[in-house]
């Protein structure tokens, strides 16, 4: 479900079926041209295939119903799309407009001088000016521009609980620091594990630091390290996130054997849904995980909240982290630029955000809170849109905010550092050292 | 004059001999035209990328030695380099006395050694990842098999989330799965043996163990070369199970050297650095295996019947 670049699956197959791929797009992408004369030519979309792309081939049936330049989409398999993305926005069957993460996802593609900066398009357009939550647009931009139309639903990062746990327990949903440490103490107390941690996959470790940090220094100091300055991770709130971390694991918040757990396998969700683990910090997708693994336990008895504030912490408890959304962006060697813009306008439109809501998404279109009641659980998608509408930042994924050469060492570093192998002044050390 | 007949049918002979014995060059073609495109030119466009930058998108710019200099400073590839040495010693250590063993008893004619010999060999058809996700559900700390016996036969649950548990384990794994092959091999040693010297040895009073140490294993000793090369430049360049099973971790604790190249290359895509990585793993397995070979006097090609 989640459309991340580090769903479960192997990579071991990806290269050859990239190749495949490849040759694929350029037989579809020597039909589109050839047989474009007629008709106004064709432009092709690659989008993250999941279960999400009908939505989009039905947006794209009806705009192809209108316009004159046809746009053809191609659904590429989630755990081939990073690369197959990236070998073919090299050669000459590049896509004209491609889903991606925002961020350090586009990040190579803005430097190479591939894209199309759509920051005044979409000033002078109301409907995309406006279409879309701020937080959401903004998270998605790299050094001010915006490079991207959003296209799929709101992904933040929640906690996620027991309810059953928590009641017999007498405890309450934890909003302060405080409250944390006494679930901690008494679940620990009871031979429950207090938080489920998949951290065999090294990215729902890095959720916990991500949130930490925005707690601890708020969202500015990772801003400035996405914006490229190393220097940013010796800000003193990195080093106390750091050893938050380093206390967590010690007083046993995620049990002794979190490093052979996974969340790709199912190893994480199980632990809360038995009832052995009583809290997990995961992305919304959490929730559709649960109602596939354990539809009883997902409808009675998960229970989700914001992630509580840290003591003496300068960040904003009501900022979001995660993944604010996907989004389109156009090649800018595209020669159909206008029909591409078109395209994405569409994204903004009341029909599409339906579309997703019936999909059980949660669109990032301004006006989406009016459609939530016809999502499949209008509780959990109402909660999901208010955080991410009253957040006054969404703090992308560091994963896919900084590009892959930085991100990679980032998430060993994590790795070791919940490991016990590296020590958090190391950790600073070692980042701020990152080439 | 009659001297000199049996000079010149022998000079004769030796062109008969020689025009049997060697085709002419072009049937090689093709085996070398295959080796060439698949093998030697992307290796040799490694070792170009090696003394390059390059993320993928963009032309390759030559950057010199920069590669190699960061290769010997760098300590994850120190570290990577001496798990891969470890990993190798490990398995090795491990396979082959059980390949051995198991091996020459398959070369017997007991009752029942067809049957067993077959399942035995199962483990070699089942694909890598296949294997890997198998043995990555048993051992899963709170709902694997690993939970219930764990304990009862010494093995801490937590064993794939500790360091030594999860490189041991991935040798183990790795073992499980190239038995057989390597069993195979040891098996059709052991029928190469002439069974005279078995004879022979009876005779003197030999017995059964006298006989493994005395004839068998010497008579082994080029199927020994040969298996352990495989083994040393598969432990080398083992992956699968590694991205499957612990993806590197805990931490990098299992992080052995063609993982840190794929790492590098295709998840942080500093494909120059990765090509320095894989070029430097081409030249450690080419020279170890060398180094065996030499040795092991495998190269010079003595028979182990020689006096027969």
Known sequence: MRSGIFTSGTRTTRWVA???????????????????????????????????????????????????????LVSVPGTDYVNKLRSSMGSPSAPDVFFNWGGGSIKPYVDSKDLVDLTSTVKKDATLKDGFLPSVMTAGSLDGKIYGVPMRGMQPVMLFYNKTLFAEHKL?????????????????????????????????????????????????????????????????AVLRTAQTVRELIDDGAFGKNFHSVD???????????????????????EYSTQLGKAPEFARNDLGWTAFPTVAGGVGDPANVVGNPTNYWSVNARTKHKDTAIAFLRTMASKTYAQALVDNGDIPTTSDAASMLSTSPNPEFANDQYQLVQKAPSFTL?????????????????????????????????AMKAAE | ????????????????????????????????????????????????????????????????????????????FGQAAWLSLLLTTISWAF????????????????????????????????????????????????????????????????????????????????????????????????????????????????????QFFHITLPQLRHTMTTSSVLMIVGSLTYFDTVLIMTKGGPGTDTTILPYLMYRTGFQSYDLGYAAAIATALV????????????????????????GM
């Not at chain 1, 620091?177 to 938080?195: C, M, R, V």
């Not at chain 2, 219930?148 to 040798?171: F, H, Q």
């Open chain 2, 1 to 76: 004059m009659p001297l000199h007949t049996p000079a010149k049918r022998h000079g004769d002979g030796r062109a008969a001999v020689g025009n049997v014995g060697r085709p002419p060059v072009g049937w090689a073609v093709p085996g070398i035209l295959f080796f060439a495109v698949f093998a030697i030119v992307p290796l040799a466009i490694a070792v170009y990328l090696s003394f390059c930058d390059w993320d993928g998108l963009d032309s390759p710019t030559l950057t010199g030695l920069d590669n190699w200099t960061r290769l010997f400073k760098d300590s994850e």
């Open chain 1, 172 to 236: 309450q949903v934890p909003r302060t620091w405080e409250d944390l440490q006494k679930a901690i103490t008494t679940f620990k107390a009871a031979g429950i594990t207090p938080f489920a941690l998949g951290g065999s996959d090294k990215w729902p470790e890095l959720m916990w630091m991500e949130y930490l940090l925005d707690r601890i220094g708020g969202p500015e100091v990772f801003q400035r390290i996405q914006n490229g300055d190393t220097d940013g991770w010796g800000d003193p």
């Open chain 2, 283 to 306: 030249v450690v397995a080419t020279s170890l295996s060398l180094i065996l070979v030499r040795f092991s006097g495998f190269g010079s090609m003595r028979s182990t019947r020689e």
């Open chain 1, 263 to 285: 969340y790709g396998n199912g190893g994480a969700p199980t632990l809360l849904n038995k009832g052995k683990a009583a809290m997990h910090l995961m992305g919304s997708w």
């Open chain 1, 18 to 72: 990239a190749g495949a791929a490849m040759a694929l797009a350029g037989l579809l992408a020597g039909c589109g041209s050839g047989g474009g004369g007629a008709d106004g030519g064709t432009i092709t979309a690659y989008v993250y295939g999941d279960d999400a792309v009908k939505v989009q081939q039905a947006a794209v049936d009806s705009f192809n119903k209108t316009s004159d330049v046809k746009v053809k």
């Open chain 2, 95 to 210: 396979q082959t006395p059980v390949a051995l063993l198991l091996g020459v008893w398959a070369a017997g004619r007991q009752r029942s050694r067809a049957v067993l010999s077959a399942i035995f060999f199962i483990p070699l058809l089942l694909s890598t990842t296949a294997i890997a996700m198998l043995f990555h559900a048993l051992l899963d700390p709170n709902f694997g098999v690993i939970k219930e016996i764990g304990p009862w036969i010494g093995i801490d649950p937590n064993v794939m989330g500790s360091s030594t548990g999860a490189l041991l384990v991935v040798a183990f794994v790795g073992g499980w799965q190239f038995m057989p092959f390597h069993t195979l091999i040891y098996q059709g040693g052991a029928r190469q043996i002439p069974e005279v010297l078995y004879q022979a040895a009876s005779i003197d009073g030999a017995g059964m163990v006298r």
């Open chain 1, 397 to 429: 994924s560091w994963d896919q905010a900084l590009e892959a050469r930085y991100a990679t060492p980032l998430l060993t570093e994590i790795s070791k550092l919940f490991a016990g192998t590296t020590t958090p002044e190391k950790f600073v050390e």
